[in-house]
């Protein structure tokens, strides 16, 4: 599998896979993300770590142009291309992978896409972008409208037992640890000041503010974003230890902190392109958030 890696001058670095558009390492200046030691990253399975893209759907499909979809969608699990351009830019380098439907994917999804995902690399600060085009030649109305999801999988290194997620007080969430249908399952309202994954999470909130601090004990990174209305914290705890492709005991190493438009759909008009953007910075003299 190809990866690139793109290098800044002042000593940080990232790693992407064309596999699944998937950031295997960001090191500012060391590793800010978890991959797990026994992730596949041969291509036949999406990467256990990293920042895998989540596209079109969020989980198990729900909308019935995703039925054929597997978890997640396909973005994470599809080959992007590259047009083989770093282009540097004031204090940032940064690459755009591209996919467009291949045989495989339009198997199993009828729709017409263009994905632009753009890889900012700062000294401290790594950006991901997914703009995602409705290329639907349709004039009808109403429009043929393209429906979906999407998400960055941050699996963000972060010693899983001390992390603390903010600000997600008072926000309603749905809680899959209780039903992996979120409809099912009532809402709740959140009543940490800060979320900790001390056991098994796995919460979507919604309507979330949009920027967030994940901090631990002497470390932690912000993540700011950009028409991405929810996010989810997710860890498995010992429930990992089902997953194939997980290290042992690999789930006190990270907490997933996800942004995304996860519940209910975007929906995009023919020739419309929609941006999703976050910027992820690595916080210095991170502050304690006490519950
Ligand atoms: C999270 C979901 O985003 O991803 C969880 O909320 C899911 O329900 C987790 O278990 C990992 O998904 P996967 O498909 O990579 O094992």
């Known amino acids: 599998m190809s990866n690139i890696v793109l290098r800044h001058p002042k000593g940080s670095s990232a790693e992407i896979m064309l596999y699944g558009a998937t950031i295997v390492s960001w090191k500012s200046p060391s590793e800010r993300l978890f991959v797990s030691a026994t ?4 291509g036949s399975k999406p990467v256990r770590g990293g920042i895998p893209v989540v596209f079109p759907c969020f989980g198990p499909p729900a909308h019935p142009e995703h039925a054929k ?6 973005a994470r699990s599809s080959d992007w291309s590259w047009d083989n351009i770093i282009k540097e830019e004031g204090d940032y380098v940064s690459i755009t992978l591209t996919l467009d439907p291949t045989p495989s994917i339009a198997a199993v999804y009828k729709r017409q896409f263009h994905l632009r995902f753009v890889v900012t690399l700062g000294e401290d600060d790594l950006s991901t972008e997914l703009h995602v085009k409705n290329t639907s030649a349709s004039t009808e109305y109403p429009p043929d409208f393209l429906e979906f999801q999407a998400l960055f ?39 940490r000041a800060g979320v900790d994954v001390r056991k098994f ?11 967030y601090e994940v901090t631990w004990p002497g470390g932690g990174v912000a993540i700011k974003t950009t028409n991405l209305k929810d996010v989810v914290v997710w860890n498995p705890a010992e429930t990992g230890s089902k997953m194939g492709d997980m290290e042992k005991g690999g789930w006190e190493k990270f907490v997933c902190v996800e942004p995304g438009h996860v519940r209910g759909y975007e929906r995009v008009a023919p020739g419309i392109t929609w941006v999703g953007k976050q910027v992820i910075s690595v916080v210095h003299n991170a502050r304690r958030h006490q519950n």
Request: charged letters at 25%; glycine letters at 4%; proline letters at 8%.
């Open 69 to 74: 979809l597997p978890q997640h969608g396909f």
């Open 39 to 42: 992730a596949v990253r041969d």
């Open 201 to 211: 999470t796995d919460s979507v909130y919604e309507n979330a503010p949009g920027s």
């Open 153 to 191: 999988h941050n699996y963000v290194l972060a010693p899983a037992n001390e992390v603390l997620v903010t600000p997600l007080q008072n926000l309603s969430y749905f809680d899959k640890t209780e039903s992996t249908e979120e409809g099912k399952s009532s809402p709740k309202i959140e009543k």
